[in-house]
């Protein structure tokens, strides 16, 4: 049973590019988390979602910022016009049921923006 | 705000000894705290969680002591291993909450 999916594991953007990044859950899981680790920093959460919804973006920045889980596919962190503090270590979680205890991490995207 | 203060920073410890990590925390909504171990280049990991109405849990060599009153919990590695030597994060959530609030992260070296 592969655990969570997250790729590409590296990422290098100029400022002012765009940064997806992509996260594939456990099998049968339906629920996913995103959470951005800035350096020497705990992890922060951005936003829940459940196929095809967002339920709770209260911690996503209100720029720039989006993400999806769509019916078929991975969920999508996707940050428009990137800047320096930008770079972190973005971590993908999910969980069958809503339940937080039971988040699976993935092993995260390391964003570095020049 | 820091929902979640975990101290300390960086802890070295002697193989085969104890290490004490600490966690307090505001919100008396809080009724899920769990313990994450995070290796350099991994996601974190699960290690041991607890809930208010115990004030300890033990799994092998890893206990969680949780003090209601004082809104603090702590993780104790016992017969600590070089490959203990990772970054752990506290954490905590409450009934009904999305998601998990983490401390800042403790980084344990343990050595031969």
């Known amino acids: 049973n592969a655990g969570v999916m997250q790729n590409p594991r590296h990422l290098v953007r100029r400022r002012g590019q765009e940064a997806r990044l992509r996260c594939s859950p456990m099998k049968g899981h339906s629920h996913v988390y995103w959470y951005r680790q800035l350096p020497e920093e705990g992890l922060k959460f951005m936003v829940y979602l459940q196929k095809e919804n967002i339920i709770d973006e209260s911690g996503m920045p209100k720029e720039r910022f989006s993400a999806e889980f769509p019916k078929e596919g991975p969920s999508i962190l996707r940050i428009q016009q990137v800047v320096r503090g930008d770079s972190a270590a973005y971590f993908c979680?999910?969980?069958?049921?809503?339940?937080?205890?039971?988040?699976?991490f993935g092993p995260g995207t390391r964003l570095t923006v020049l | 705000q820091q929902q979640v203060k975990q101290s300390p920073q960086s802890l070295i410890v002697q193989k085969g000894g104890i290490s004490i990590i600490n966690c307090a925390y505001e919100?008396?909504?809080?009724?899920?705290f769990p313990w994450y171990q995070q290796f350099p280049g991994k996601g974190p990991a699960l290690l041991i969680a607890?809930?208010?109405?115990?004030s300890e849990k033990k799994e092998g060599r890893f206990t969680i002591s949780f003090n209601k009153s004082a809104k603090q919990f702590s993780l104790h590695i016992m017969d600590s291993q070089p490959g203990d030597s990772a970054t752990y994060f506290c954490a905590a959530s409450g009934a009904g909450a999305n998601n998990l609030f983490f401390g800042t992260g403790t980084r344990l070296t343990v050595i031969p």
């Open positions: 979680a999910s969980s069958p049921g809503r339940a937080v205890g039971e988040q699976f």
């Open positions: 607890i809930r208010p109405d115990v």
């Open positions: 919100n008396t909504a809080f009724d899920y």
